[in-house]
């Protein structure tokens, strides 16, 4: 299934994290100075008030002071970016569930239409692999939505599948696909059932999906390698 659609939202998220994270990169820095230039003052002092010996300590307290300071800042980005990356993905979410009726049931059709030619396409594979008198074709190829989505969209939903698949699947095919009296406790997207087979296109599952597949490229967006060193 395409996820195409999902990660252009994502990357809208992403950009505004990538200015949060600007931000935390320079406070981290700030922090950064702010402790080195503590060290070298009191660096100074000594200096100043004792011998050679503090000297060399004082060196120290710099080193470290640098070091202490570049733990701080790291501990402070790895804090912070699963924080972010969090964000991206609940947001991608959230904007998937505001989205005006009518584009939600466009997105909704694109899932379910993907969906639905999988099964199909499972099924001629099955059939070819079984004996043509042990096959029994479905009689019914159940939608399952949300309380919301139902009363939103359910309507409407199978016509726009129709109009998706109306030259790519069998007619007869299409006038199987229902939507459930049942409704379902998924946060948006929807279930297919046919038979004992459900493809679970919930819109949560999906997020999930994509964000196995983006979260190493959304990390480094955010954090690269070089801002972290």
Known sequence: MSLNG?????????SDAQEQADRILADAQAECDRITADYAARAEQIRDTLNNDAERAGKDFISRAKSTAATNKRNLL???QSELIDDVFDGTLEQLLAMEAGQYNELLAGLLAAAFAEQLEAERSARMLAAEEEWIDPSTYEVVLNARDKERCGKTLI????KKLGAKVPSEKLDMLKISDKTVSIDGGLILRCGDVEANCSLSLLIAQLREKLEAEVGHALFDVKKQN
Not at 6 to 14: A, N, P, Q, V
Request: aromatic residues 0%.
């Open 6 to 14: 999902l990660e252009r939202i994502t990357g809208k998220i992403l």
């Open 78 to 80: 790895l804090q912070t």
């Open 159 to 162: 016509e726009s599948v129709r």
